[in-house]
């Protein structure tokens, strides 16, 4: 089993940044990570962003790549993403989500690929 709780959520304006943490417990050895958004209206969720339990393998989509980044801190178990030059459209609810084994690249951005998932947190972009 694996235990995931995210926080850093919030309001920020057009441009500004926030830092999403995502606290790991259980089975965290080879644990595989990612983010997901649900944005207002839709029923999906999306992909934002992977990590590998290496940390050598990290994916992020079209709309965030160059503007987001993922990391891990191994001591405190928590997995980071950092949002930089954020707009209106990023507004969502974020999500970690976890898979307790590997995962091959073609995969990583289907979330019914991980069976763990955190509470979510809010983020919204406006002014």
């Known amino acids: 089993q694996v235990q995931l709780v995210e926080s850093g959520g919030g309001l920020v304006q057009p441009g500004g940044s926030l830092r999403l943490a995502c606290a790991v417990s259980g089975r965290t050895s080879s644990t595989v990570m990612a983010w997901f958004r649900q944005s207002p209206g839709k029923e999906q969720r999306d992909f934002v962003a992977?990590?590998?339990?290496?940390?050598?393998?990290?994916y992020f989509s079209d709309s965030v790549k160059g503007r987001f980044t993922v990391s891990k801190d191994y001591d405190k178990n928590t997995v980071y993403l950092q949002m930089n030059s954020l707009r209106p459209e990023d507004t969502a609810v974020y999500y970690c989500?976890?898979?307790?084994?590997?995962?091959?690249?073609?995969?990583?951005?289907?979330?019914?690929?991980?069976?763990?998932w955190g509470q979510g947190t809010q983020v919204t972009v406006s002014s």
């Open positions: 989500a976890a898979r307790a084994r590997r995962i091959v690249t073609s995969e990583v951005r289907r979330p019914e690929n991980y069976a763990y």
């Open positions: 992977y990590i590998s339990w290496t940390g050598g393998e990290r």
